[in-house]
């Protein structure tokens, strides 16, 4: 590992609570001066005994503990945070000949150590490898937690989706009975899409849909949420561009993506009105995708006719022109 610098180590220490346990009061002035640039905050006792007590009372993210302390040592203060909480961040600060001491240690599953006497370096590498884990394990749970809690209004969402499908079926099958000469007039020969660029808008299609559902269920939305979403349609017609047959579709999904990074504004005021037709094309998509996919273009040129229609509705939504929302909306009829 390359050399670890203060700097680096306060990207995940400055937000983390220590417990300092060190009965030798000079190296504990100074190496609590030290801390108190690190962490948030930092709590010092002069033995075990104390540290205990203080343990008991509230929560830290870390505890560094001398091995040699009255009334209560390192070894038995480790002991007792351990039957209180076995996954407990413990960093053990030893003297080079605490050998059998370390034994008993790794026992107690303690993985970091700082020896005696103390180098700044050594110990900036053990701070910055305990809590650069303790901050990951966070964000983790965080993001579980946040995933739990979002559990139950995506599978109302999902409820609402199926609903939406079972509409598009309906109007799939509507549009492409309008669409028949249309389809008979239109070379099919160069539908083909290279595999190369079917796999980028598979992945395009995912991320954009995550996307999709996201905004469907946020509170507050935010103008870089739907940039980002501008972002990824803006890439999807970028690879479209590269086929004659589907640069009118490029066209306009360019168009939505300008749309979404010059007004996004506009979008999150008629969010309510636009998450529906949304979903609805991104469904319509990701089919269109699998038809071209396993060339079946005619099928693939019904849904390219029901997308670009989609877009539009959308787009004159979000600049609120009524009259070409009346005009696109005959299609759901």
């Known amino acids: 590992m390359n050399s670890i610098t203060t700097n680096m180590t306060l990207n995940f220490t400055k937000e983390l609570k220590v417990l300092y346990a ?46 040699r302390m009255p009334k209560m040592d390192g070894i038995e203060l480790t002991t007792k945070i351990r039957e209180i909480n076995q996954l407990q961040n413990i960093i053990i600060i030893s003297a080079y000949n605490d050998t059998e001491d370390l ?35 966070k964000m983790i749970e965080e993001y579980r937690t946040s995933l739990e809690n979002s559990n139950k209004e995506l599978i109302e969402k999902n409820k609402e989706l199926s609903t939406l499908i079972r509409i598009l079926d309906t109007k799939i099958a ?27 808008l598979k992945e395009l299609e ?23 979403l501008g972002k ?10 590269n086929y004659k047959i589907y640069t009118k579709l490029a066209s306009e999904i360019y168009e939505l993506s300008s749309l979404l990074n010059d007004a996004p504004q506009n ?8 998450t529906t037709l ?23 040129l019904e849904l390219h006719i029901s997308m670009i229609n989609d877009v539009r509705t959308i787009i004159s939504i979000v600049n609120d022109t009524q009259d070409e929302i009346e ?7």
């Open 174 to 200: 509507q549009i492409a009975k309008g669409t028949e000469k249309e389809i008979k007039n239109t070379d099919i020969s160069n539908a083909e899409i290279r595999q190369e660029h079917l796999l980028e």
């Open 267 to 274: 979008f999150i005021d008629r969010v309510t009105e636009i």
């Open 206 to 228: 995912i991320d954009i849909n995550g996307a999709a559902i996201l905004i469907g269920l946020s509170q507050n939305l935010k103008i870089s949420n739907i940039q980002v």
């Open 232 to 241: 990824m349609f803006k890439e999807y017609s970028e690879i479209l561009q």
């Open 327 to 333: 005009t696109e909306m005959e299609f759901f009829k």
């Open 278 to 300: 949304l979903e609805s094309f991104i469904y319509v998509l990701q089919l269109w995708r699998g038809k071209v996919s396993q060339k079946e273009f005619t099928k693939a």
């Open 22 to 67: 060190e009965d030798d009061l000079d190296l504990q002035k100074q190496t609590k001066e030290f801390f108190e640039v690190l962490f948030k905050s930092v709590k010092v006792v002069n033995n075990g005994y104390e540290a205990l007590s203080a343990y008991k009372q509230e929560d830290f993210d870390i505890v560094i503990s001398d091995v």
């Open 103 to 137: 034994l008993t240690f790794i026992n107690l599953n303690i993985r970091q150590f700082i020896q005696k006497p103390i180098n700044i370096d050594s110990m900036l590498e053990t701070l910055y490898i305990t809590s650069k884990s303790i901050v990951n394990e």
